[in-house]
């Protein structure tokens, strides 16, 4: 007789015993197998009558016997089905009471995992509701460092080349970075003080198979009892800024690339489309004219050629395509009806800023940051040195011998940081003169409106969206803020209607004569403009 033992579950094939129970079945080392119960075999209705009518078929015959059934036996399969079917269903009692379990355990903000997350070490405390991070100053310098590099423009594969120049540390494998530990970084809000739920679920009881949620809006974040090793509003940032950069498709995210022309960052067709950007014509002087044609059309036609070949219209338009300088030409007719005097608004702006003028040092950006961070990581070190010397994991002599070791190097610190102020006030007196120089550069070009194209500062700062439609009426939605770079999801809700005008023909024929063009009044439509400020 050979015993064996194994693990139980609802998954046959994960159960390396039971397979080699199977396999060792198939070559005649036994004719009998002898089960406490029908659970113990399987709780799994259909693993339990498929392995039974496999064994039966090799000359192997299965006996339960606190059931007492023989699985040969002409009542044995109906009877092994019920009680089949019983332990079944307390695993999915199971299953459900293990997810009630794990309900509770996010209200009280446990944490899950090993811990083993970069910045940060995983401290047990008595229950597990207790566990929490401690900061691991030298990982988390890295951590600020991938945030602060993504903030100044550079892509997820540059930050993970820079990281492996400066030699710094992954949470398991060395110096190996890529994008994608670049991004899980990004996209990890335990950096911001938060515990991350419904990141994955289990499809099913039976299989316990985990998949991933997509969906990073269906995530439940909970406000953890650890430091952040970031702010909130830095996170909120990079999230924004990464969401800039990225397409939402029904196979995941893809990336995509900002685009270098002006008008098409914040072109929208009624149609919910792109537009493209293409050479119109060339005039007699040689100059190039642009136009914009929305990029459904491009793609799949417009919307009358589908119908006329009886093909699907539903989210397709018919929108003509838009000349170029017919946006220089509305632009400015807004901004001539808000401001009444453009260039003395822009000479106020500039004293302004003169007056107010600072210098700010963006967090972690500078030597000082880097060098109060390491000031204070020494601290740290110092207060767990004290503490193992209390708890005589070491003697006195060793406490006082590292404790002057890091006295040292934080009296270099302190000289450093005198050094850094002393070179950064006469830094500053430099970039505070050049920046005004720059600023005011800026704003002249900004408010001048006499030029044939608006500046591009302007349309990035001003315009948050134009979308035109069919019945030729085009949907300004303005920044008035002002605030340049500013990072902010576009939802037409939060805009309200600030003023309504046309330009017709007789406008437009003016506006060109004024750069030696024309226009053809056959060819012309007005133009019916809709401007949207958005609210307080």
Known sequence: ????????????????????????????????????????????????????????????????????????????????????????????HISDRVLA???????????????????????????SSENTYEIVEEDAETVRMIYDYYLEGMGAKAIARKMQELHRQTAKSGCKWDATKVLRILNNK????????????????????????????????????????????????VQLLKNQKVTYTDNGVKGKRRSADKWTRVLRCECGKTFKRYKWRTNQSGE?????????????????????HHLDAEGYCDLPSICEWKFDF???????RIWENPKETGSVLASHIKNCYTVEKAEGDSERSRLLREKNRLKCREERL??????????????????????????GIERLLQENDETDTLADAENISRNLARVTEVLEDVCELEKKQVSEHLVDSLVTRITPTENGIFKWYLNTSLEDGEIIPFVAEDYILYDFFTLDFEQARNYRKTF?????????????????????
């Open 190 to 237: 335990t950096y911001a003080g938060y515990i991350g739920y419904n990141k994955s679920y289990t499809t099913s009881f039976l299989d316990h198979t985990r998949v991933n949620v997509k969906d990073r809006s269906q995530y439940e974040y909970v406000k953890g009892n650890f430091p952040a090793i970031i702010s909130e509003e830095k996170w909120d940032r």
């Open 101 to 127: 379990g794990q309900s509770i355990s996010r209200k009280k903000g446990v944490l899950y995992g090993n811990g083993n997350i970069l910045g940060y070490t995983l401290v047990r405390g008595k229950t």
């Open 288 to 308: 190039i004219c642009y136009g914009y044609q929305c990029q459904n059309q491009v793609q799949n036609g417009k919307k009358s050629f589908r119908i006329a």
């Open 516 to 536: 030696g063009n024309y226009v053809r009044a056959s060819q012309w439509r007005d133009l019916k403009i809709e401007v949207y400020i958005k609210k307080e």
């Open 1 to 92: 007789m050979l015993f064996r033992s194994g693990v139980t579950g609802t998954q046959a094939k994960k159960r390396h015993g039971f397979m080699q129970m199977i396999e060792d079945a198939s070559h005649g080392v036994f004719d009998l197998i002898c089960t406490r119960e029908v659970s113990r075999f399987a709780r799994n209705t259909l693993d339990s009558l498929n392995y039974t009518r496999q064994l039966g078929r090799m000359g192997v015959e299965v006996f339960f016997y606190n059931d007492n059934i023989w699985s040969c036996e002409s009542d044995g399969e109906l009877r092994l089905t019920i009680m089949s079917a019983m332990s079944q269903e307390e695993a999915r």
């Open 330 to 336: 509305m632009l400015k007719k807004i901004l001539s």
């Open 386 to 411: 004290l503490d193992m010397m209390l708890d005589s994991q070491i003697d006195k002599e060793t406490f006082e011998t590292k404790k002057n070791q890091l006295r040292e190097r934080m009296d």
